[in-house]
């Protein structure tokens, strides 16, 4: 496995950078997304579930509004391909990883790293 980590972001700016991956690929894609640690207890049971980007920003929204969590201080797993997954981790900052680094995924990590 390799992994990439970029520095720290607010949650605003987290939540501008799931903007940039669905635009990058296509703002109509559902991409499999899982909550991970900790509202992963509350919301699909930490498995993957397949979000449009309209469908993650309000679950995102419903979760903060809740006390859930919020993006930033709670993970979250994206997979854009079978090689590539995106952390969006609990201390604010985003782990690009796979199974073998190529130069996909350096321009997924340099999309979220600006």
């Known amino acids: 496995m390799a992994e990439k980590v970029t520095l720290t972001f607010e949650e605003n700016k ?10 990058h690929l296509d703002n109509d894609i559902k991409l499999q997304v899982m909550f991970g640690y900790a509202w992963g207890n509350d919301i699909n049971n ?10 993650l920003f309000k679950q995102l929204e419903v979760a903060k509004m809740t006390g859930v969590g919020v993006i ?6 994206i997979k854009i391909s079978d090689n ?9 900052d985003i782990h690009v990883i796979c199974a073998k680094w190529n130069e996909y995924a ?3 990590f340099d999309l979220l790293s600006n």
Do not use: A, P, R, V
């Open 46 to 55: 930490w498995k993957y579930c397949k979000y449009s980007k309209q469908d």
């Open 84 to 92: 590539i997954e995106i952390q969006f981790c609990h201390h604010g």
């Open 14 to 23: 987290l939540i501008e950078k799931i903007g940039k991956i669905y635009e």
């Open 72 to 77: 930033g201080k709670d993970d979250i797993w």
């Open 106 to 108: 350096d321009e997924i």
